[in-house]
C-alpha cells in the first residue's frame, strides 16, 4: 500500500509539474512579444518627448527675444509682409513665372 501511494504522489507531483512548464511555455513568449512592442512604444514617445521639449526651448528663447530685441521684431514682420504706417512698398513680379 506504501508503494502504490508513493507512485501516486510521485505521478501527481510530476503531472503538476508538467502542467505547470506547459503553461509557462504558454503564457511567456506573448508577454515577451508584449514587453518588446511597449518598450517600443515607450521609446518612440519618449524621442516625441525629447523632440516636442526642443520645440518649447526654441520658442520660449524666441519669446524672450520678442520682448527684449525690436530688430528682431521687425525681421520677424518683415518677413510676415507688415511694413510701418505710410511706409512705400515695391511689389516685383519674380521671373520664375515665365
Not at 506504501?2 to 507531483?13: A, M, P, R, S, Y
Not at 508538467?18 to 517600443?40: D, N, T
Request: proline share 4%; charged share 30%; aromatic share 6%.
Amino acid at each position: 500500500m506504501n508503494l502504490l501511494l508513493k507512485i501516486i504522489t510521485q505521478t501527481t507531483l510530476v503531472t503538476a509539474l508538467v502542467c505547470v512548464v506547459a503553461g509557462g511555455l504558454f503564457i511567456v513568449p506573448p508577454k515577451i512579444s508584449q514587453m518588446h512592442r511597449l518598450e517600443q512604444q515607450r521609446n518612440e514617445l519618449m524621442r516625441k518627448i525629447e523632440h516636442k521639449n526642443r520645440e518649447i526651448e526654441v520658442l520660449k528663447t524666441k519669446q524672450h527675444r520678442f520682448a527684449s530685441d525690436p530688430e528682431f521684431v521687425e525681421y520677424i514682420a518683415r518677413q510676415n509682409k507688415r511694413v510701418r504706417p505710410n511706409e512705400l512698398v515695391f511689389v516685383f513680379d519674380s521671373d520664375d513665372s515665365k
